[in-house]
């Protein structure tokens, strides 16, 4: 691969961003400098950390990147579980969202699973 942009987990994890982005539209606007910021910052941490482990150049430095990104991963879902708690998202949409969590988390797993047999 030539660069980080070719890789799944991040094309994905760019997907799931725009997609929180573009729900946390639907907030309440006093949401603005907390759940909603909370969410936007987790979700963007997820392929900005894959990006810059790829440009680490040390495969232990990218693993650590990864698993920060996977933790990201999980605070995003936290807050979505709150927001749907909260009522700012429906069921359907946060079981659709956490499916989405869980095959990002899969991925992010395998490529760690990969780099730490190398």
């Known amino acids: 691969m030539k660069n980080y942009k070719e890789l799944e987990v991040w094309?994905?994890?760019?997907?799931?961003?725009?997609?929180?982005?573009?729900?946390?539209?639907?907030?309440p606007p006093e949401e603005k400098f907390g759940l909603i910021s909370q969410i936007q910052r987790a979700a963007t941490s997820i392929p900005a950390n894959i990006a810059e482990g790829w440009g680490r150049g040390s495969t232990k430095e990218y693993v650590q990147f990864l698993r920060v990104a996977r933790a990201s991963l999980m605070e995003l879902e936290t807050h979505l579980i709150l927001a749907k708690r909260l009522?700012?998202?429906?069921?359907d949409r946060l079981g659709m969202l956490q499916q989405e969590v869980e095959t990002l988390g899969k991925r992010i797993n395998s490529l760690i699973q990969s780099l730490l047999r190398k």
């Open 11 to 27: 094309q994905k994890g760019v997907d799931l961003t725009v997609e929180v982005y573009q729900m946390t539209r639907t907030f």
């Open 87 to 91: 009522s700012y998202i429906q069921g």
